[in-house]
């Protein structure tokens, strides 16, 4: 099970941080992946970690402004939004994928397991 929180409203430039607490299964065996859909649109990747967090991957659109860790201790990941722009604003959504080695895959499709949507407004 993936719990997702941390959303909220805030001012284009402004910083949020996503946490996704899991359970319910053995964490460090996923690699997990955060997603967002934003209204009328489809829902899109936005950041992956490997199992161990060695690897990470990102969209463009964020690369250089959200960051993902992982703490395998506590069996969350993390996402750290900086510089938030007003197209940011969606739900985003946490995701585990069951991969073998270091893989960070992007493609929604390739993930198991959902938590359900938190949702991030940016004012401008």
């Known amino acids: 099970q993936l719990q997702a929180s941390g959303g909220g409203l805030v001012q284009a430039g402004g910083s949020l941080r996503l946490s996704c607490a899991a359970s319910g299964g053995t964490f460090s065996s996923y690699a997990m992946g955060w997603f967002r859909q934003a209204p009328g649109k489809e829902r899109e990747f936005v950041a992956t970690?490997?199992?161990?967090?060695?690897?990470?991957d990102y969209a463009d659109s964020v690369k250089g402004r959200f960051t993902v860790s992982r703490d395998n201790v506590k069996n969350t990941v993390y996402l750290q939004m900086n510089s938030l722009k007003p197209e940011d604003t969606a739900a985003y959504y946490c995701?585990?994928?069951?991969?073998?080695?270091?893989?960070?895959?992007?493609?929604?499709?390739?993930?198991?397991?959902w938590g359900q949507g938190t949702l991030v407004t940016v004012s401008s």
């Open positions: 995701a585990a994928a069951a991969v073998l080695g270091e893989k960070t895959p992007r493609i929604q499709y390739d993930y198991n397991y």
């Open positions: 970690i490997s199992r161990r967090g060695g690897s990470t």
